[in-house]
């Protein structure tokens, strides 16, 4: 990771650690590094949080500065980007969102022209021209100034796109949709409702502030409480900027990314689809998602968090499926990044294919009680590499062995080190997660 640019962009809270300052800088390189053999075409989309609006206008401001033309989709999903920028022959993309943290934060996430997240080494290129270190750029002058065009046809053929995958009609299905006040709203019903289903919406009135408010995919009680309210066959919820789906079941019973890489990837395994017949997941991904994937015959693969090394090792192996426990799911032969609204057309499909409740296919998999707590210390890396400590996560791995696991790793933003246990009973997993913790603070390794 680099100054300014984490595992999903520049993110942080707006005009205090991400201003408009950097956001027409962040717009003048890249109107400048893609436009130095001709006129290049940039494309911007944002979510509902009321800065996005101004960091659009100084992103557009950088990009036409330096020569380049920006295309705005408005608000719209990061994934509908990507799509745009790969279907449509754009030199890169720019979705201005902070996913699901509060209205407060927004991030600028740069999509290359092949759809995927821009490189590393670009990435630092941008760094160096925040801080000052490659010097001034040209500005555009007379006609090669760039100019701004409004595209939001590009955010319609994204919604045509979804609508035409589907392959069995929704029809008589109840279905509800939490929206997060985020970008889904202006997508997510209008697709639904086009395949026929009774389509019920909650939290698809964005007013800029409210948006992963106790609702969206990380707040799925709200969902929960929906669906069993009204008696609907299934539910979907989206985060801030719909690149991730959590679904309910009729039940009322959660299905996190990883009930849905089950589900999706035992259909396109029965179907003949499965490349390779792997699923890809991340370190975090449940004890019992595997215990099941081995019972079918399923191989996987398990990556660090991120659904950007999810779509490395997909990409690097050929793999079709892969995704997170969060519900970042990627369908590489339909996308490039995780995509909430094609996840939930996805299940859906497998729904009326198989004429099976969400709750009937979700039914082979025995989750594992999961216990993470977030221990704060003064060095992540002497932390976790305190033999005391190695000692005591030994220790709980044997006491667990093949029926549960221990986790412990750093987190990538904060100086944090993750705790989490996996066992047949929460009591067991507290127990656990307790005793490596207990060890931490003995070694005078916490920190209040």
């Excluded at 509902?48 to 609006?53: E, F, G, I, P």
């Excluded at 791995?397 to 987190?411: F, P, Q």
């Excluded at 047949?424 to 490596?436: A, G, P, R």
Aim: glycine share 10%.
């Amino acid at each position: 990771m680099g100054k300014y640019f984490g595992t999903d962009g520049f993110r942080g809270e707006a005009n205090r650690k991400l201003t408009v300052e950097h956001a027409f800088k962040v717009g003048r390189f890249l109107g400048w590094y893609y436009g130095q053999e001709y006129k290049a075409r940039i494309v911007i989309g944002k979510d509902t949080r009321r800065s996005s609006y101004m960091f659009e206008y100084a992103l557009a401001a950088g990009l036409t500065a330096s020569g380049a033309d920006a295309y705005l989709l408005h608000v719209t999903t990061t994934p509908s980007v990507s799509f745009v920028v790969r279907t449509e022959d754009f030199d890169c993309g720019i979705m201005i969102s902070a996913s699901h943290n509060p209205y407060y934060d927004n991030g600028i996430k740069i999509i290359s022209g092949s759809g995927k997240k821009i490189e590393a080494e670009v990435e630092q290129k941008i760094e160096d021209y925040i801080d000052g270190k490659t010097g001034e750029l040209p500005l555009a002058t007379g006609e090669k100034i760039g100019r701004t065009v409004d595209y939001i046809a590009g955010r319609n053929r994204y919604i045509g796109h979804l609508i035409a995958m589907a392959t069995r009609s929704f029809k008589n299905t109840k279905v509800g949709l939490d929206c997060s006040n985020g970008s889904a709203s202006s997508i997510a019903k209008s697709v639904f409702d086009a395949l026929g289903a009774k389509t019920y919406v909650i939290h698809n009135e964005p007013d800029g502030t409210n948006i992963n408010r106790d609702c969206g995919s990380t707040h799925i009680h709200e969902l929960k409480k929906f669906v069993l309210e009204r008696g609907l066959d299934v539910g979907f919820a989206y985060d801030g900027d719909a690149d991730r789906c959590i679904a309910v079941d009729a039940d009322g019973r959660i299905i996190d990314g990883d009930l849905i890489l089950y589900i999706c990837g035992k259909y396109l395994k029965e179907e003949g689809q499965l490349t390779n017949n792997t699923v890809v997941t991340t370190i975090m991904s449940n004890l019992g998602l595997y215990k099941a994937f081995d019972k079918i015959g399923i191989s996987y693969e398990k990556t660090a968090v991120g659904d950007k090394y999810v779509y490395a090792n997909m990409c690097e192996n050929g793999h079709c499926l892969g995704g997170e426990q969060s519900g970042h799911i990627i369908f590489s032969k339909y996308a490039t990044t995780g995509d909430g609204i094609l996840t939930s057309l996805m299940v859906m499909g497998v729904m009326m294919d198989r004429k099976q409740s969400l709750a009937s296919l979700a039914s082979e998999v025995t989750i594992y009680p999961q216990v993470l707590k977030n221990v704060r210390v003064a060095d992540k890396t002497a932390a976790k590499e305190n033999p005391a400590v190695q000692e005591a996560v030994k220790a709980v791995a044997e006491k667990l062995g093949d029926d549960g696991r221990i986790l412990v790793r750093e987190s990538g933003t904060e100086p944090v080190i993750r705790v989490m246990v996996e066992a047949e009973t929460n009591k067991l997993c507290e127990q656990c997660v307790d005793s490596v913790i207990a060890v931490m603070q003995e070694q005078g390794l916490v920190v209040d």
